[in-house]
């Protein structure tokens, strides 16, 4: 930072104009956040902009606002905003509340950590449509799931867990379960452990020790992973696609925007059905971090 | 103040190993009522493993702690109702100073005006009536331990633990608070186990010490005993001992002993009944004196002189290069050779240890 200032002129006028601007931050080594700046204009800004302006020119017509009025008039299209939510919202929420307790259990050192870590985290590297393939195989009518549950005649015709909400559900929890526990882990183990210790010589139970000490200190990160696990939920494309029911039950979101975009040709549909998906996450992300903002949010001692 | 004196804390043969090493080996202490014991060695002693095990954060391998007549090292440590005071504080960041204090107290479920009360008396005992309504995070180090004091002394709890609780202060804060603990020991008459690496806080604080290595108890007694008479040559070299020659004993009758080596030659007080073999003589570098010529001195060459005021603190070398320390008002400079003698009664000579001793932490070194 002080580069700058060490290498001016000698004169006085330019070495204090470099000098003031040096205390401000701005010298030489801001150049660097120039490629990723440009990188973020070129891949993110301009087409977000580029979608806006095409969602606001209707292909048939009808003033800058027709794409809006037909999707929130449409009860089958704006019905799925409400199809993706109620998709979305449960997968994270159970993503990240199954996350605390294992996260928790494993927030100390032991043997073989590292091996659950892994194993647990597979199904990132799987990916959706690997994961959406197993489920086809193992949960479909005659996958070995049913075949198992059919001979020991606990039910007599195949459980309906693929092609539908089921599947979809079950393929957003797989994927993005291991993504939320790796978050909290992170999180649990910044938090300072003599922290409980300390709690436990005050008298402090488990429970107590965990509700009113570590939990508080985790509710941030834990908000947070929740926004993440919501928004890789919301975006779900391959998993309704394969494992669910796209005409029906899981025609999300990003499906009528693709289907829009790519099957109708009408492009402008397709990216007004993608800045509505844009506003609902805003929303969403917008209430959980004014709920956020509730907590303590400095540091939490320890070395995270 | 406390409503929970006890007649005594009794410690018998108690240990803990992580699997093969073992961290603390048949401690064995009986502590009185109100009385402020300090745990002293340096670190990876034993120390803070036993402080651990005493607030039950550590369950013990072997041994039995008894509270008077309770019997209480099966509880766990929210049931046994002590208080412990960490080196990096431990506050709870997401609580206000008066919340931190009042947390033990609402783990107890004291009835509100009970808590509030005895919340204001904390505060009040640590002088931070000031910032009772800040978040530990806008303090300073010196107040986050007052804080942290003040949480654990809150409960009124019949024993305070306290995990070197001055060493992440600076020099002076650290001699303000050391008063502090003492003047708190004295007002509250709280019974105290205070675990340090730095043998003045040690000192200057406690009732006894106890100092350990490896595990083992050295030596337990009061301040001025293990002071001037340490049980053997470890403990001698925490207490300010610096020189620990290493030499043979040649003769032993009821003056002292006669111990040689290549370079020097002198007469001390027998601490381990020495017939003879190999021995280690203890002296201060405040005992020696310069210009001596008695039979207990030796010749050495000034290597370094350091000014410390009122006197220079001197690392000579005998003719065999054997580093001497001593300490002088006379103003000797490099390369000066000079005559120091010592009191035949200021040479503590023991048997040498079967292992070597190691070097004392010098930057705590009692002078």
Same mark, same amino acid.
């Given at each position: ?19 003031r601007l ?13 490629p ?7 891949l993110?800004?301009y087409p ?28 089958y ?17 159970l ?26 985290v ?5 990916g959706t449509v ?16 049913n075949q ?6 606990l ?10 909400y089921?599947?979809?559900f ?7 379960f291991?993504?939320a ?7 649990i183990s ?12 005050l008298g ?11 939990l508080?200190l985790?509710?941030p ?20 696609q394969?494992?669910?029911d796209?005409?029906?039950s899981?025609r999300?979101?990003?499906?009528a925007?693709?289907?829009?975009a ?7 549909m397709?990216s ?18 004014a709920?956020r ?5 400095g540091?939490t001692?320890?070395?995270? | 103040?406390?409503d929970?004196h006890?007649?005594?804390l ?10 093969k090493?073992?961290?603390l080996?048949?401690l ?13 060695g340096p670190?990876?002693c ?6 651990n ?15 008077d007549?309770?019997r209480i090292d099966t ?16 506050l ?5 100073v ?6 033990? #107290?609402?783990?107890?479920k =004291? ?6 009360? !005895? /919340? %204001? ?6 002088q ?14 010196g107040?986050?331990q007052?804080?942290?004091?003040a949480?654990?002394i ?9 995990d ?9 804060l650290?001699l ?5 603990i ?17 043998q003045?806080?040690?000192?200057s604080l ?9 595990g ?16 053997n040559a470890?403990v ?8 620990? #020659?290493?030499?043979a004993? =040649?003769?032993?009758?009821?003056d002292?002993? !006669? /111990? %040689?080596?290549?370079d020097?030659s ?5 601490r381990d009944g ?8 203890a002296?201060?570098?405040?005992d ?15 290597e370094?002189?350091?000014?410390h ?17 001593f300490?002088t008002?006379?103003?000797?400079g490099?390369?000066d050779k ?10 503590l000579?023991?048997a ?16």
């Amino acid at each position: 930072m002080s580069a700058a200032a060490a290498t001016a002129a000698p004169t006085v006028p330019g070495r204090s104009l470099r000098h003031r601007l040096a205390e401000r931050g701005i010298d030489r080594t801001l150049w660097l956040v120039v490629p990723a700046t440009l990188f973020i204009l070129a891949l993110f800004v301009y087409p977000f902009l580029y979608g806006l302006q095409l969602s606001f020119t209707p292909q048939e017509g009808g003033g800058a606002l027709a794409n809006y009025r037909e999707f929130f008039t449409d009860p089958y299209l704006r019905g799925m905003i409400w199809k993706t939510l109620r998709l979305g919202l449960p997968a994270a929420v159970l993503n990240v509340v199954v996350s605390v307790p294992i996260a928790y259990a494993m927030r100390g050192r032991f043997r073989g950590k590292r091996t659950i870590t892994t194993l647990l985290v597979v199904p990132i590297a799987l990916g959706t449509v690997l994961t959406a393939q197993g489920l086809l195989m193992y949960a479909g009518p005659t996958g070995w799931l049913n075949q198992v549950l059919m001979n020991l005649h606990l039910v007599d015709e195949p459980v309906a867990l693929i092609h539908n909400y089921v599947g979809v559900f079950l393929s957003l929890v797989i994927t993005g379960f291991p993504f939320a526990f790796l978050l909290t882990l992170s999180y649990i183990s910044g938090i300072d452990p003599s922290l409980e210790r300390a709690a436990a010589t005050l008298g402090a139970g488990a429970w107590q020790r965990f509700s009113k000490v570590t939990l508080p200190l985790l509710m941030p990160g834990l908000t947070m992973t929740f926004i993440l696990s919501f928004v890789l939920a919301f975006s779900v494309f391959p998993s309704a696609q394969l494992v669910g029911d796209p005409t029906g039950s899981t025609r999300v979101i990003s499906i009528a925007a693709y289907e829009a975009a790519f099957q109708q040709f009408d492009y402008s549909m397709g990216s007004t059905i993608a800045m509505i998906m844009a506003a609902v996450m805003l929303v969403v992300i917008g209430l959980v971090l004014a709920w956020r903002s509730m907590f303590y949010r400095g540091a939490t001692g320890g070395k995270g | 103040m406390s409503d929970q004196h006890f007649a005594e804390l009794r410690l018998d043969r108690v240990g803990h190993s992580y699997g093969k090493h073992q961290a603390l080996a048949d401690l064995s202490l009986t502590i009185r009522g109100t009385e402020f014991i300090a745990l002293l060695g340096p670190s990876g002693c034993g120390k803070s493993t036993a402080l651990n095990c005493l607030a039950g954060l550590l369950p013990l391998t072997s041994g039995t702690i008894h509270l008077d007549d309770r019997r209480i090292d099966t509880l766990q440590p929210e049931e046994r109702g002590f208080g412990m005071v960490f080196q990096n504080y431990a506050l709870f960041p997401h609580l206000t100073v008066r919340k931190n204090i009042g947390f033990g #107290l609402k783990m107890r479920k =004291v009835p509100r005006t009970e808590l509030e009360k !005895r /919340v %204001d008396e904390a505060i009040a005992t640590v002088q931070l009536a000031e910032h009772q309504h800040k978040m530990p995070g806008q303090l300073s180090g010196g107040q986050q331990q007052r804080v942290a004091i003040a949480r654990a002394i809150a409960l009124q709890p019949p024993l305070v633990l306290m995990d070197e609780p001055l060493s992440n202060l600076d020099a002076k804060l650290r001699l303000e608070m050391r008063t502090e603990i003492r003047r708190l020991h004295q007002d509250l008459g709280l019974t105290t186990v205070y675990v340090t690496h730095d043998q003045e806080e040690a000192l200057s604080l406690a009732d006894r010490l106890v100092v350990m290595r490896d595990g083992v108890m050295q030596q337990c007694g009061t301040p001025p005993a293990v002071y001037e008479s340490p049980a053997n040559a470890y403990v001698a070299g925490f207490m300010g001992y610096r020189n620990l #020659l290493e030499l043979a004993a =040649v003769s032993a009758d009821a003056d002292g002993v !006669r /111990v %040689d080596g290549p370079d020097l030659s002198l007469t001390g007080a027998n601490r381990d009944g020495i017939k003879g073999g190999s021995v280690v003589a203890a002296i201060r570098p405040e005992d020696f004196r310069v210009g001596d010529d008695g039979d207990n001195a030796f010749d050495v060459t000034v290597e370094v002189a350091e000014y410390h005021g009122r006197e220079l603190a001197v690392e000579g070398a005998t003719s065999t290069g054997r580093k001497i320390y001593f300490r002088t008002p006379e103003r000797v400079g490099p390369g000066d050779k000079v005559r120091i003698g010592v009191r035949k009664d200021r040479v503590l000579v023991f048997a040498a240890a079967t292992e070597p001793v190691p070097a004392p932490d010098l930057d705590g070194v009692v002078v």
